[in-house]
């Protein structure tokens, strides 16, 4: 398992974050994810509230891929991963009371995601490698 560091942390928290999906075709499918944050320095964790194709596509592959860029920094990272599911339980009430507290909707579900691979996204020639997993 691939492991947050502080700045990517930071930029999760400060940046709007971008998910990626495919149907059980390969379909892509990308879309923002305002509600994503860190869970620990191993996973990260978004509260669905559309239950539109990401949320089919989660249940159906249980895959994700996350990318947060500080645009004016020309900055970034990937992050990649198994989806894990969360509905009634400890994770899925902390994800309400998450969207309470910012005058949500209630979540479909609370979704988890296991960080196995970690890309840069900074501009020129490191963009795209592979900084751990």
Do not use: C
């Given at each position: 398992?691939?492991?947050?560091?502080?700045?990517?942390?930071?930029?999760?928290?400060?940046?709007?974050?971008?998910?990626?999906?495919?149907?059980?075709?390969?379909?892509?499918?990308?879309?923002?994810?305002?509600?994503?944050?860190?869970?620990d320095?191993?996973?990260?964790?978004?509260?669905?509230?559309?239950?539109?194709?990401?949320?089919?596509?989660?249940?159906?592959?249980?895959?994700?891929?996350?990318?947060?860029?500080?645009?004016?920094?020309?900055?970034?990272?990937?992050?990649?991963?198994?989806?894990?599911?969360?509905?009634?339980?400890?994770?899925?009430?902390?994800?309400?009371?998450?969207?309470?507290?910012?005058?949500?909707?209630v979540?479909?579900?609370?979704?988890?995601?296991?960080?196995?691979?970690?890309?840069?996204?900074?501009?020129?020639?490191?963009?795209?490698?592979?900084i751990?997993?």
């Open positions: 398992m691939a492991t947050l560091t502080q700045a990517m942390k930071d930029m999760i928290a400060a940046q709007l974050s971008f998910l990626a999906t495919a149907d059980k075709n390969g379909y892509p499918q990308v879309g923002p994810k305002g509600t994503m944050r860190v869970l320095d191993n996973h990260l964790i978004y509260n669905e509230h559309t239950g539109k194709q990401a949320w089919q596509n989660v249940q159906d592959t249980h895959l994700a891929v996350v990318a947060t860029v500080d645009h004016p920094a020309f900055k970034g990272f990937r992050f990649e991963g198994p989806v894990e599911i969360h509905q009634g339980d400890e994770i899925y009430e902390a994800a309400k009371e998450f969207a309470a507290a910012h005058k949500l909707p979540p479909v579900a609370a979704n988890v995601i296991a960080i196995e691979k970690i890309y840069k996204l900074d501009a020129g020639p490191e963009a795209g490698n592979l751990e997993g």
